[in-house]
């Protein structure tokens, strides 16, 4: 269960959304309060401060517009008790697919973040310190996913940080029960319903590893019967 401090900044972060409309603006409040991804992120200071962030596959920005809200709140004095002070990242990089979240994105963060709409098997990634793929692999192919996740070794400094929630294949009906929501959701947002490549967890791990990383894992799928799991994978 997350604290009323964090309902604040997650609350200040869909205001953001506002000026995009009222859908907009309630699908981000419900997945900053109810998705517990992003309270992790910032609870565990997962983002370095001062990083240079890309967040691949940003959708409409969410993560973006939390760490905004989060740097505002904190010197308001509004801060979850013994959390980490909330990264300041040095600069905000977004990709995604869809032109309609990238605009949605744009009306919410403004002159925070540099917003592209592109292709994630196209991307050329930016030198930089951490990098967010939050629920977005799945949507290529196995080839696609190890291109783009070779192009984020190269791309991070040393000691850099990738983010990366998967869902596991071999979690049997939660594992059936997670993609199938994932599929509703994407349809109801993009009006197409999408297909996807997933893994067994072990998998995700294997190929990180083959590129660099040593990879920690950790559930992100708190209060909720889904199988995500949350990757923190650093350059060795």
């Known amino acids: 269960m997350t604290s009323a401090s964090y309902r604040v900044v997650a609350?200040?972060?869909?205001?953001?959304?506002?000026?995009?409309?009222?859908?907009a603006k309630r699908y981000a409040l419900g997945k900053l309060r109810h998705d517990p991804v992003f309270a992790a992120i910032l609870a565990q200071g997962l983002i370095p401060d001062r990083a240079r962030l890309v967040d691949l596959g940003c959708g409409q920005g969410l993560l973006l517009?939390?760490?905004?809200?989060?740097?505002?709140?904190?010197?308001?004095?509004?801060?979850?008790a013994g959390w980490p002070p909330p990264a300041r990242p040095a600069?905000?990089?977004?990709?995604?697919f869809s032109r309609r979240a990238i605009r949605i994105a744009h009306r919410a963060l403004d002159?925070?973040?540099?917003?592209?709409?592109?292709?994630?098997?196209?991307?050329?990634?930016p030198p930089c310190d951490?990098?967010?793929?939050?629920?977005?692999l799945h949507y290529v192919d196995a080839a696609d996913q190890e291109a783009a996740l070779a192009k984020c070794a190269t791309a991070l400094d040393a000691d850099g940080v990738l983010l990366m929630r998967v869902n596991d294949a071999g979690a049997g009906w939660r594992f059936t029960l997670t993609r199938t929501?994932?599929?509703?959701?994407?349809?109801?947002?993009?009006?197409?319903?999408?297909r996807v490549h997933c893994r067994r967890l072990a998998d995700w791990i294997a190929l990180l590893e083959r590129l660099g990383f040593e990879v920690r894992t950790q559930s992100a799928s708190a209060g909720t019967p889904f199988t995500n799991s949350l990757l923190v994978a650093r350059r060795t």
């Open 65 to 80: 517009a939390l760490l905004a809200a989060a740097t505002d709140a904190f010197g308001q004095g509004v801060w979850p």
């Open 11 to 23: 609350e200040a972060a869909a205001q953001r959304y506002a000026p995009a409309g009222q859908f």
């Open 181 to 194: 929501v994932d599929q509703l959701a994407a349809l109801v947002r993009e009006r197409t319903l999408p």
């Open 130 to 136: 951490a990098i967010a793929i939050i629920d977005v």
């Open 111 to 125: 002159e925070h973040a540099h917003l592209t709409h592109a292709d994630l098997r196209q991307v050329e990634i």
């Open 91 to 96: 600069s905000m990089v977004g990709f995604d």
